[in-house]
Nanobody
Framework: QVQLVESGGGLVQAGGSLRLSCVASGSIFSIDTMGWYRQAPGKQRELVASILGGGSTNYADSVKGRFTISRDNAKNTVYLQMNSLKPEDTAVYSC???????????????WGQGTRVTVSS
């Protein structure tokens, strides 16, 4: 069993910054891609950013230049540094990871419970 736990959400004024963290724990052999998704009220969930085990990153156009994804493989943790936040960034942000489990070496996709980010204008 593998769990993802996010933290770092909250209320911030437009132009401000937040840093989200997501820690994976449990029966982990290795973690492949880790990513952050968000879902705003009345909208579909969208990919915000993702990072491969080797460090290659991918960003949604709407956050390029403002958000930075990073990971600490030793801590099974992925971060999302969010700068220059806008009201349209308001959403529930969820962490996602592709995990190879131990001891069965099964590949599973795991989601966190989400953390709410609210950006006031």
């Amino acid at each position: 069993q593998v769990q993802l736990v996010e933290s770092g959400g909250g209320l911030v004024q437009a132009g401000g910054s937040l840093r989200l963290s997501c820690v994976a724990s449990g029966s982990i052999f290795s973690i492949d891609t880790m990513g952050w998704y968000r879902q705003a009220p009345g909208k579909q969930r969208e990919l915000v950013a993702s990072i491969l085990g080797g460090g290659s990153t991918n960003y949604a156009d709407s956050v390029k230049g403002r958000f930075t994804i990073s990971r600490d493989n030793a801590k099974n943790t992925v971060y999302l540094q969010m700068n220059s936040l806008k009201p349209e960034d308001t959403a529930v942000y969820s962490c996602n990871a592709g995990v190879l489990t131990t001891p069965l070496r099964l590949y599973i996709t795991v989601w966190g419970q989400g953390t709410r980010v609210t950006v006031s204008s």
